[in-house]
């Protein structure tokens, strides 16, 4: 499904003309046969010069009644657009859509998507592809797992094979890990033509980074804050040449985490660009949109807001919060031979749960925000690479990132933010692929839950697989392994703060002289 923005446009020129026109009915109010003469006088001035204000008049009765409603929002997105394009609507799509080349992409990037294996395009890259290649601004919308990157990467990389320039695009994205994503693709589909691409993103050294901006890349893939940081420290680097700007999980974006320094990276950026927007949930309000400048935006909707893959299968476990971590090593070991990912809410959790299955026997690795950014790239490819089963995480890894071999998600807590369900539970069941889902509900959980399924708006199945004896047949066991990580915890804890004295000790006998001893 394909829609202009600014369409509503015409509805306020109606009811302008429509206005103007009623001061020269000067008679008091006609009756029916009143009516039908003027119908019949209206009648001749069709065929005459003034052909525009006959045809604009007579949709008018029946719109009258929607200006009530709050479509005059949408034309803010309007001062930026320079004509209007209505005519451009039904050619854009070809007839055609089952090849890349139909769509419109040139042969080397077509050996190109060969290369790694892509087949066929996806329905977001059916609506999506023609439109870019025409040059217009897109806000796409499509479930998780459904090829939203080829999407922008494929038209922008062809966009620079016919006008070949350093510095060519910008693609920002939530998360770090996202970026080295989004990153790898673009190398992937530019590997025939020598496309050079750099990942700046927060934790890694500024310097390396900025030796990389030095040799003036085509596409750079960046956090928002750390793109800042480079654009106000690194010496002449600058956006001014950019052609695109692509905001990946776009509603995360606009949100007002990333508020100040998105409208630093947007005050740099040439107005004469192509932007597009591409999430699995999209914000429904027009004036976070315009901040991003769109001109004449075409909206690509391949999914509803609240879709999930539909082969995803979705369950949950009502359980006691007694045994929340029973029930929950039930369920993995279960589960064994799966690939999984398991999401917490916090750093904490997510650094026990993942000791806790490792004393149950099970092969796990957290990925947090309180890990270095080798630390979370070396758990990530660790996972990737089959090493370890099962992958704990914070909502850090919720958003973008395509691992296929994820066979089950289980939401160990349950997030706040209903978005954020869709985003987890949609990196498994990605490209088509088959995946499970299983979110853990205690008696706390209740309301958060039913705000989830009211989002959805659908019932989730309960997961009826386990049995209450079954599982408790390996209680003793799980709280074995739970003391086990309360005192491995603390001697970590421990080992970190006295090197913290230590070091504090070795700085103060430094400042006081070789003879000098200080008491901590």
Same mark, same amino acid.
């Given at each position: 499904?394909?829609?202009?923005?600014?369409?509503?446009?015409?509805?306020?020129?109606?009811?302008?003309?429509?206005?103007?026109?009623?001061?020269?009915?000067?008679?008091?109010?006609?009756? !029916?046969? @009143?009516?039908?003469?003027?119908? $019949?006088?209206?009648? %001749?001035?069709?065929?005459?010069? /003034? *052909? #525009?204000? =006959?045809?604009?008049?007579?949709?008018?009765?029946?719109?009258?009644?929607?200006?009530?409603? !709050?479509? @005059?929002?949408?034309?803010?997105? $309007?001062?930026?657009? %320079?004509?209007?394009?209505?005519? /451009? *609507? #039904?050619? =854009?799509?070809?007839?055609?859509?089952?090849?890349?080349?139909?769509?419109?992409?040139?042969?080397?990037?077509?050996?190109?998507?060969?290369?790694?294996?892509?087949?066929?395009?996806?329905?977001?890259?059916?609506?999506?592809?023609?439109?870019?290649?025409?040059?217009?601004?897109?806000?796409?919308?499509?479930?998780?797992?459904?090829?939203?990157?080829?999407?922008?990467?494929?038209?922008?990389?062809?966009?620079?094979?016919?006008?070949?320039?350093?510095?060519?695009?910008?693609?920002?994205?939530?998360?770090?890990?996202?970026?080295?994503?989004?990153?790898?693709?673009?190398?992937?589909?530019?590997?025939?033509?020598?496309?050079?691409?750099?990942?700046?993103?927060?934790?890694?050294?500024?310097?390396?980074?900025?030796?990389?901006?030095?040799?003036?890349?085509?596409?750079?893939?960046?956090?928002?804050?750390?793109?800042?940081?480079?654009?106000?420290?690194?010496?002449?680097?600058?956006?001014?040449?950019?052609?695109?700007?692509?905001?990946?999980?776009?509603?995360?974006?606009?949100?007002?985490?990333?508020?100040?320094?998105?409208?630093?990276?947007?005050?740099?950026?040439?107005?004469?660009?192509?932007?597009?927007?591409?999430?699995?949930?999209?914000?429904?309000?027009?004036?976070?949109?315009?901040?991003?400048?769109?001109?004449?935006?075409?909206?690509?909707?391949?999914?509803?807001?609240?879709?999930?893959?539909?082969?995803?299968?979705?369950?949950?476990?009502?359980?006691?919060?007694?045994?929340?971590?029973?029930?929950?090593?039930?369920?993995?070991?279960?589960?064994?031979?799966?690939?999984?990912?398991?999401?917490?809410?916090?750093?904490?959790?997510?650094?026990?749960?993942?000791?806790?299955?490792?004393?149950?026997?099970?092969?796990?690795?957290?990925?947090?925000?309180?890990?270095?950014?080798?630390?979370?790239?070396?758990?990530?490819?660790?996972?990737?690479?089959?090493?370890?089963?099962?992958?704990?995480?914070?909502?850090?890894?919720?958003?973008?990132?395509?691992?296929?071999?994820?066979?089950?998600?289980?939401?160990?807590?349950?997030?706040?933010?209903?978005?954020?369900?869709?985003?987890?539970?949609?990196?498994?069941?990605?490209?088509?692929?088959?995946?499970?889902?299983?979110?853990?509900?205690?008696?706390?959980?209740?309301?958060?839950?039913?705000?989830?399924?009211?989002?959805?708006?659908?019932?989730?199945?309960?997961?009826?697989?386990?049995?209450?004896?079954?599982?408790?047949?390996?209680?003793?066991?799980?709280?074995?392994?739970?003391?086990?990580?309360?005192?491995?915890?603390?001697?970590?804890?421990?080992?970190?703060?006295?090197?913290?004295?230590?070091?504090?000790?070795?700085?103060?006998?430094?400042?006081?002289?070789?003879?000098?001893?200080?008491?901590?």
């Amino acid at each position: 499904m394909v829609a202009e923005v600014d369409g509503a446009l015409p509805k306020s020129g109606v009811l302008k003309k429509k206005r103007k026109a009623r001061p020269q009915t000067d008679a008091p109010p006609p009756g !029916p046969e @009143a009516s039908v003469a003027k119908k $019949r006088k209206a009648r %001749p001035q069709t065929d005459a010069t /003034e *052909v #525009p204000e =006959a045809s604009v008049a007579k949709p008018a009765k029946k719109k009258i009644k929607k200006a009530s409603k !709050p479509v @005059a929002v949408e034309p803010e997105t $309007r001062p930026s657009a %320079p004509n209007d394009a209505d005519e /451009e *609507v #039904p050619s =854009a799509v070809p007839a055609d859509k089952s090849t890349f080349a139909s769509l419109g992409v040139c042969e080397e990037l077509c050996r190109a998507c060969e290369l790694v294996k892509w087949t066929k395009p996806t329905p977001i890259q059916q609506e999506s592809i023609p439109w870019a290649l025409q040059g217009r601004d897109i806000i796409g919308l499509a479930e998780t797992g459904s090829g939203k990157t080829a999407a922008f990467a494929l038209p922008i990389v062809q966009r620079l094979l016919d006008n070949p320039q350093r510095f060519f695009a910008v693609a920002l994205a939530p998360t770090r890990e996202l970026c080295v994503q989004i990153g790898e693709q673009f190398e992937a589909i530019g590997s025939t033509i020598k496309l050079q691409t750099a990942v700046i993103v927060g934790g890694l050294d500024m310097v390396t980074q900025a030796m990389a901006l030095a040799k003036r890349p085509h596409v750079v893939c960046a956090t928002p804050g750390r793109l800042v940081d480079h654009l106000e420290n690194t010496k002449g680097f600058h956006l001014k040449t950019i052609k695109y700007l692509v905001m990946d999980e776009a509603d995360r974006l606009l949100s007002m985490d990333f508020d100040e320094a998105l409208d630093k990276i947007l005050e740099g950026l040439p107005r004469e660009r192509n932007t597009f927007l591409f999430s699995a949930t999209m914000t429904a309000k027009v004036s976070k949109l315009t901040r991003a400048s769109l001109r004449r935006p075409v909206k690509v909707e391949v999914s509803t807001k609240h879709d999930t893959a539909k082969t995803l299968v979705q369950g949950y476990m009502f359980i006691p919060y007694k045994f929340k971590h029973t029930y929950f090593a039930a369920l993995m070991a279960h589960f064994k031979h799966y690939s999984a990912m398991v999401f917490v809410d916090t750093c904490l959790n997510a650094q026990k749960l993942a000791i806790v299955l490792r004393h149950l026997g099970l092969g796990t690795i957290s990925l947090h925000g309180q890990m270095s950014q080798s630390q979370r790239l070396g758990a990530l490819s660790s996972f990737k690479a089959r090493e370890k089963r099962v992958l704990v995480a914070t909502d850090v890894a919720s958003r973008g990132l395509d691992i296929p071999s994820v066979d089950l998600v289980v939401n160990y807590d349950i997030p706040r933010n209903s978005k954020d369900y869709i985003h987890r539970v949609g990196r498994t069941a990605r490209a088509g692929r088959a995946g499970r889902a299983v979110t853990l509900v205690t008696q706390y959980d209740i309301e958060l839950f039913q705000r989830i399924e009211h989002f959805l708006e659908k019932k989730l199945e309960e997961f009826t697989e386990l049995k209450s004896t079954q599982v408790m047949a390996g209680h003793e066991r799980v709280l074995e392994a739970m003391r086990s990580t309360e005192l491995e915890c603390r001697d970590k804890d421990e080992e970190g703060t006295g090197k913290i004295v230590n070091k504090r000790l070795k700085r103060l006998q430094s400042q006081g002289g070789k003879g000098k001893k200080k008491s901590y």
